[in-house]
Every structure is written in structure tokens, then in C-alpha cells.
């Protein structure tokens, strides 16, 4: 009983605080372009460090002399997408090259034994798997974009 009535007052205490914040929260209506959008196929966008509203419309026409257009809200939709598969890529890039090198040197140090082997194999097939990953991280984009019909 003593539980569930701290459990209560906890819940009314932060409801009471925090229910207003988030009620009061506005949404942005624009972003900052950290990447450059050109390298998906995005050339209208906003170039990078320029801002970027929501509601405005931008149209180019690409090197087959197809126009095209997208609104402000997908080339930050877009921009987020490429800061967030860059770091995972860099970081699944940083773990399968310790995962290699620990595999590598588990099997150099397993003495010939069969489980040192196939836990070394095994790191390594974990980092080939990362790799594949990280891979599939650098195409999302492209992906996102056909998604799209872009």
C-alpha cells in the first residue's frame, strides 16, 4: 500500500510540473542544413550551415533536365538522416575494426585449442556482419529517397 501511494504521489507530483512544459512546447518550424543534401540527389535544398524553413518550397532541375521540388521539412528530414547515418556508420566502423583486431588476437592466442579458434572466428564473423551494417547505414538514404518517389 505504501508503494503504490508513493508510486501516486510521484505520477501527480511530475504530472503537475511536467504535463505544462510539454503542453506549453513549441515545434520548430525550421532546421539547420549540416550536410550537403547534393550528395543524395537534393541539389535545391538549402546549401550547409543555411537555415532551412518548413513550409517553403525549393525546385531544381537535375543534370537529365528533370524538375523537381521539395518542401523545407524533407530536406531536414533528410539532412537529420544523413547526421544520424554518418555517426552510425563511424561508430560500427570504429567497433568492427576492434572486433577484428580482438578476433585476430584471440586466435593467435588460442594455442591451437578449438574453442580459442572459434571464438576468434566468431569475433571476426560478428565484425564482417558490422560491416554489412554499416553499409546498409551509407545506402538508407538512397533508400528513403526512392521510398519517397524523390
Known sequence: MKKTLAILTLIAILGGFALPALVS?????????????GRV???????????????????????????????????????TILVVTDWMFLIIMVLVVV?????????????GSEEGIKRGRNYIIYALVGLAVALFSRALPWMVKSIMGF
Not at 25 to 37: E, F, G, M, V
Not at 49 to 69: I, L, M, V
Not at 99 to 111: D, E, M, P, Y
Open 25 to 37: 512546447a513549441q515545434a520548430p518550424d525550421s532546421c539547420t542544413i549540416r550536410k550537403d543534401l
Open 41 to 79: 540527389g537534393l541539389d535545391g535544398c538549402p546549401g550547409v550551415g543555411n537555415s532551412c524553413p518548413f513550409e517553403e518550397t525549393y525546385d531544381w532541375t537535375d543534370a537529365a533536365g528533370n524538375p523537381h521540388s521539395a518542401s523545407g521539412a524533407t530536406c531536414c528530414l533528410f539532412n
Open 99 to 111: 572486433l577484428i583486431v580482438f578476433g585476430a588476437f584471440t586466435l593467435l592466442t588460442s594455442g
